[in-house]
């Protein structure tokens, strides 16, 4: 059994800052890519960006130079979201995602967190 548990989201005014985390747990040989997507109202849901196991990241365009994804050295289960200028369009339920290997001989799968809330407005 594999789990994703995100935190941090909230009810933020426009220009203020919030930082995501998201702890993956259980049966974990070892993890690829993770990273985050989120989905507004009435929308599908999108990369916002994602991290490589050696740090490689990538961003949608609309976040760029407002947000960073990282991921922890030590444990390399834990990946953030610092979002910064935030923007009243960013909001939405911000979802993580990770492809993870349960096992040596296991094939990698995809795992998704439940979601947590990101609200800007004033």
């Known amino acids: 059994q594999v789990q994703l548990v995100e935190s941090g989201g909230g009810l933020v005014q426009p220009g203020g800052s919030l930082r995501l985390s998201c702890a993956a747990s259980?049966?974990?040989?070892?993890?690829?890519?993770m990273g985050w997507y989120r989905q507004a109202p009435g929308k599908q849901r999108e990369l916002v960006a994602t991290?490589?196991?050696?740090?490689?990241?990538?961003y949608d365009d609309s976040v760029k130079g407002r947000f960073t994804i990282s991921r922890d050295n030590a444990k390399n289960t834990v990946v953030y979201l610092q979002m910064n200028s935030l923007k009243p369009e960013d909001t939405a339920d911000y979802y993580c995602n990770a492809n993870i290997r349960r096992s040596f001989t296991d094939y990698s799968g995809t795992y998704w967190g439940q979601g947590t809330q990101v609200t800007v407005s004033s």
């Open positions: 991290i490589g196991s050696r740090g490689a990241t990538n």
């Open positions: 259980g049966s974990i040989f070892s993890i690829n890519t």
